[in-house]
């Protein structure tokens, strides 16, 4: 009988030691993701407006500076897709508290942070080259042929 017990106890303390090693390696393994700022975003952008025509096109961008923390930038990936459009914060996510903004650089396929130098891809918002580790803040967006909504 004692040796069942003894073997009981290994076993519950077994599983206890692999539950506390396991979160102690989760916490230590990962990084806690620094957030920028959330702003509340219901926005709609009308195509037929002729200052949107651009974004008629894939490839075709468009910044509203007065959304979201620093600003929102609206790209156009494709047509015919649910996800024709994307919308990112421009606010650089290396250093959220900072007035850093984001901008396409030259050859129209990266978002560069003038401050640190981290470059984000403009058609997922993913991080292209560091020190900023975590991707651009996306928005939701909604296509119905003729506005795009941008909203959170």
């Avoid at 599983?15 to 090693?21: N, R």
């Avoid at 509340?40 to 500076?65: E, F, K, Q, W």
């Avoid at 650089?105 to 130098?117: H, I, K, N």
Wanted: proline residues 7%; aromatic residues 14%.
């Amino acid at each position: 009988m004692h040796t069942y017990r003894y073997f009981r106890r290994m076993k519950s303390a077994k599983v206890f030691f692999t539950l506390v090693l396991g979160i102690i390696l989760l916490a230590c393994g990962r990084e806690q993701q620094i957030p920028v700022p959330y702003v509340y975003v219901n926005y709609t952008v009308y195509l037929n407006n002729p200052s949107n025509d651009h974004l008629r096109v894939p490839g075709g961008s468009l910044i509203l500076p007065d959304l979201g923390n620093h600003g929102i930038i609206i790209y156009r990936r494709s047509i015919g897709d649910v996800n024709d459009f994307v919308a990112f914060d421009l606010t650089c996510t290396h250093e959220p508290t900072d007035e850093c903004i984001v901008y396409i650089d030259d050859t129209d396929f990266y978002l560069e942070c003038p401050c640190c130098g981290s470059k984000y891809t403009i058609f997922d918002g993913l991080v292209a080259q560091s020190p900023a580790r975590w991707p651009l803040k996306p928005y939701q967006t909604a296509f119905n042929g003729n506005t795009i909504r941008i909203y959170n």
